[in-house]
């Protein structure tokens, strides 16, 4: 079984929908990152999370570690926010950093 | 302003001749990385650096190495590269171990090697 999955791959929108991206592990982990990665290539980190929930403007990120599962949302999307959202632990199973395969997600005005 | 920075941005060159892309971090980290990513395989870490002078192997270390002679820089160095190591490649700097705290990128460095 893949340690992570990340679902959808792709991802189309209309400006102003609600996003869903979701992560599922399969490893014990302290803390799941999401990061964005802008067309142009630059990695931003968006949140770290261990619990509960985040929220930073109009991204909100959920964690359950007793389910393995983690959601980023994006309220009211903008074409901005057309990216590539990977989510990614250390897994203290292993002592190894696992990167999800990304989201591409395109957002049309 | 809190900046990773890498150089070169792109980078075309040929087998065998040696390069080196620099990173540089402005926020006295004690934690950087270096990361490749390829169409279908995402990132994936060559190596990594705890403080000065300490260096480990991440997941796909074969071809590179790297320095920390410095706390703010952490060179990575292609002796003789080849063409299967044609990536995009990131730096990445943080206060703690890896991906126990934010980590802070660069803004990659995109390598051809023909």
């Known amino acids: 079984k893949n340690e992570v999955e990340q679902s959808p791959q792709n991802l189309t929108a209309q400006e102003g929908e609600f996003i869903t991206i979701n992560c599922s592990y399969s490893v014990g982990i302290s803390a799941l990152h999401w990061l964005q990665q802008h067309p142009g290539g630059g990695i931003v980190s968006l949140f770290m999370?261990?619990?509960g929930k985040k929220k930073h403007g109009r991204l909100i990120a959920t964690i359950n570690i007793q389910e393995k599962h983690s959601s980023l949302h994006i309220t009211a999307s903008h074409p901005r926010d057309s990216a590539v959202y990977i989510c990614a632990f250390l897994s203290y199973n292993t002592d190894k950093l696992i990167f999800g395969t990304g989201t591409r997600l395109q957002v049309f005005p | 302003e809190a900046q990773v920075t890498q150089n070169p941005r792109y980078l075309i060159t040929v087998t065998g001749k040696k390069l080196t892309v620099t990173c540089s971090q402005n926020m006295n980290h004690e934690y950087m990385s270096w990361y490749r990513q390829d169409p279908g395989l995402g990132l994936r870490q060559i190596y990594y650096s705890m403080n000065v002078e300490v260096t480990d192997k991440g997941d796909v270390p074969e071809g590179y190495k790297v320095s920390r002679k410095e706390k703010r820089n952490f060179p990575l160095i292609l002796e003789s590269p080849s063409p299967n190591q044609t990536s995009l490649y990131f730096c990445a700097s943080s206060f703690l171990e890896a991906f126990t705290d934010t980590q802070y990128f660069g803004p990659g460095t995109r390598l051809t090697v023909l």
């Open positions: 999370l261990s619990s």
